[in-house]
Nanobody, 129 residues
Framework: QVQVVESGGGLVQAGGSLRLSCTVS????????MGWFRQAPGKEREGVSC????????YFADSVKGRFTISRDNAKNTLVLQMNSLKPEDTATYYC??????????????????????WGQGTQVTVSS
């Protein structure tokens, strides 16, 4: 049984930082691309960032590029999202999951949940202005 547990969210002022963690069990984590997604109230869930299995490649939504970094520790089955220079529009519930991601010529970066996706309970990030 796959279990996904996100943590690290909280309330922060604009310009501040947060570090989100996601621990996964019951999955061949080291062989899977993993991503962070977020969902704000009344909006669809969107891809934020994605990392290849060996951490060679990383992908970011335009809205977070230059502010967020993604990393992973395959020995600990852990995925991390470091969020800096936070903005009120970053307010959302953040989730991690297996992901599919890359760059398409003419379309740019895509980050979407993998077909066999696994969601945790999410962690709430609130950025005050």
């Amino acid at each position: 049984q796959v279990q996904v547990v996100e943590s690290g969210g909280g309330l922060v002022q604009a310009g501040g930082s947060l570090r989100l963690s996601c621990t996964v069990s019951g999955l061949n984590f080291a062989f899977r691309r993993m991503g962070w997604f977020r969902q704000a109230p009344g909006k669809e869930r969107e891809g934020v960032s994605c990392i290849s299995s060996s951490a060679t490649y990383t992908y970011f939504a335009d809205s977070v590029k230059g502010r967020f970094t993604i990393s992973r520790d395959n020995a600990k089955n852990t995925l991390v999202l470091q969020m800096n220079s936070l903005k009120p529009e970053d307010t959302a519930t953040y989730y991690c999951s297996t992901a599919s991601c890359g760059n398409l010529v003419g379309s740019g970066t895509y980050i979407r949940p993998d077909d066999d996706r696994y969601w945790g309970q999410g962690t709430q990030v609130t950025v005050s202005s």
